[in-house]
């Protein structure tokens, strides 16, 4: 967490000498609102940073889960062309926030703080208006900056405020970056705004609006949650009186509404609390609540339960678990992947081939298990098989930046230079990191080992990518 916390500090305080030729002038920003041209570049330069960050989670499920979650609201929402990516922050705090150009992050902390998905929409609902807004960057833009370079450094500096407030406050504190946590708050009318999108969202998305006034109760309740966790939300965006009277008022003729059931939030909020923080504590937590029957849905917490006494190393604890689901609860991918883990776990390649490839069998577009059966290829040493399934798998993904990773280790393994440069360029370029993609294009050009097309192919691509980065030096985004 703190590596994290203080390379962006350092990014957003030093990066005006560091990035001086990467970024543009952008004159004068005295515009109320940027472009949205302007916004995206800023969102890449956010994106960049977020994609190399190891704050965020990166657990294929639980970020498709947040992926497709706020695609649907997104998409429910008041302006259909913005651009948006959704990520998961592993901060036990409960909040969520939002960035120019359409990045939003949400805590680990708020998905198991909502009690069910209606509460969680209504939250990403919320900062989805912040962005429909424009809020964030409208507030940028007034602050008279006159380079794109102070804004996306601010907006890392509001991203390591929001992962880390107590760290990142005091650090800011001590910098002339001081003021820019303050200066970014979001106003009241801001907060009265993104609540109106957001209640909007929820009824256009079938979800139940009054999700938002119970979740505002939830977070005044704070910290019974989760251990250490405080409701920064509150402090982020605040909850008023008057803004809890205003969303009543919008909600009140509504009525509340049967949600149909789906699994999928219990189970991505179980294997947060399984990941998340001591082994043994995520075991006692699921196996008392079973005990108990404190539990939305019990194959969620036999789910949990599994998953954490995997990272115990008691594969046979899981097994049984994994059984017990089977009994008991419909079929869904998350149980097909924890059969493979299981697998991989037990070292038994046989047994885990065939779990993956039982389950890409009902679930063809699942990451997890396309993940898992390449790495598994790997370490049985049959890169051409995880060439094949990666290069079938990957017209599902062109965004992946993972699956080109695995291919750059499959072609390495295989003695193939010009194609792993190649596929690991694609990577960074994926990651949002132009100059190293360029830096590894570069070096498929001049490795020698592939044919006239493959070399006609990385040669094209590296003309392209020195564009790219060329492109910023390039004054005039803004004329
Ligand atoms: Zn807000």
């Known amino acids: 967490m703190m590596k994290l916390v203080y390379s962006l500090l350092l990014f957003s305080f030093f990066a005006p000498l560091a990035l001086a030729d990467d970024l543009p002038d952008l004159g004068d920003a005295s515009a109320t609102v940027l472009s949205p041209l302007d916004e995206k ?7 960049r940073s977020v994609m190399s960050s190891e704050e965020v989670l990166y657990d294929p499920e639980i970020t498709d889960y947040i992926q497709n979650l706020g695609m649907r609201l997104a998409s429910n929402g008041p302006d259909k062309t913005q651009w948006f990516n959704f990520f998961v922050v592993k901060d036990n705090s409960i909040n969520a926030f939002a960035m120019p150009g359409g990045v ?3 805590h680990t902390g708020l998905i198991v703080a ?11 609902g919320h900062e989805i208006g912040h962005v429909v807004q424009h809020h964030m960057a409208r507030m940028m833009a007034q602050q008279k900056n006159d380079s794109l370079i102070s804004l996306a450094g601010m907006a890392l500096a509001i991203l390591s405020a929001r992962a880390n407030p107590q760290l990142a406050s005091a650090a800011m504190t001590a910098s002339s970056a001081g003021s820019v946590q303050k200066q970014l708050d979001y106003t009241r009318d801001h907060e009265r705004e993104a609540d109106r999108v957001g209640i909007s969202i929820l009824e256009s998305a079938g979800y139940d609006t009054h999700a938002m006034a119970s979740f505002f109760e939830t977070m005044q309740k704070g910290t019974r949650y989760v251990e250490g966790s405080a409701p920064t939300f509150l402090r982020t965006h605040p909850i008023t009186s008057e803004r809890i ?3 009543s008022a919008r909600i009140a003729n509504s009525k509340y509404r049967m949600v149909p059931y789906s699994p999928d939030f219990d189970l991505v909020r179980a294997k947060i609390l399984a990941i998340s923080g001591i082994a043994n504590q995520a075991v006692s937590l699921f196996q008392s609540n079973i005990q108990d029957r404190r539990y939305t849905s019990e194959s969620a917490q036999h789910y949990g339960l599994a998953v954490a006494m995997l990272r115990l190393g008691n594969v046979d604890g899981a097994t049984k678990e994994l059984s017990w689901i089977r009994a008991n609860a419909p079929s869904h991918p998350f149980f097909a992947s924890l059969a493979a883990n299981i697998e991989v776990a037990r070292d038994n390649p046989t047994q885990a081939a065939k779990a993956y490839q039982a389950g890409l069998a009902i679930y063809p577009g699942s990451r997890a298990l396309i993940y898992g ?13 995880a060439l094949q399934l990666l290069n079938e798998k990957q017209s599902l993904y062109p965004t992946d930046a993972y699956m080109y990773e695995l291919k750059s280790k499959a072609y390495a393994a295989l003695g193939k230079n010009l194609l792993s440069h190649q596929a690991q360029g694609e990577a960074y370029f994926r ?5 190293k993609a360029l830096e590894q294009m570069d070096l498929a050009v001049r490795s020698g080992d592939g044919d006239f097309y493959q070399q006609s192919i990385v040669e094209a691509r590296l003309k392209e990518l020195r564009a790219l980065v060329d492109e910023p030096k390039k004054s005039g985004w803004f004329k």
């Not at 909502?114 to 990403?124: C, F, H, K, Q, Y």
């Not at 990651?431 to 100059?435: G, H, I, K, S």
């Open 373 to 385: 059966y390449a790495e598994h290829f790997l370490r049985i040493r049959q890169p051409q098989q």
């Open 114 to 124: 909502a009690s069910n998905e209606s509460e969680l929409a209504g939250v990403m």
């Open 245 to 247: 009277a205003d969303v």
């Open 104 to 106: 939003v992050g949400v």
């Open 41 to 47: 570049k800023i969102a890449d330069q956010i994106m």
């Open 431 to 435: 990651r949002y990191n132009n100059p």
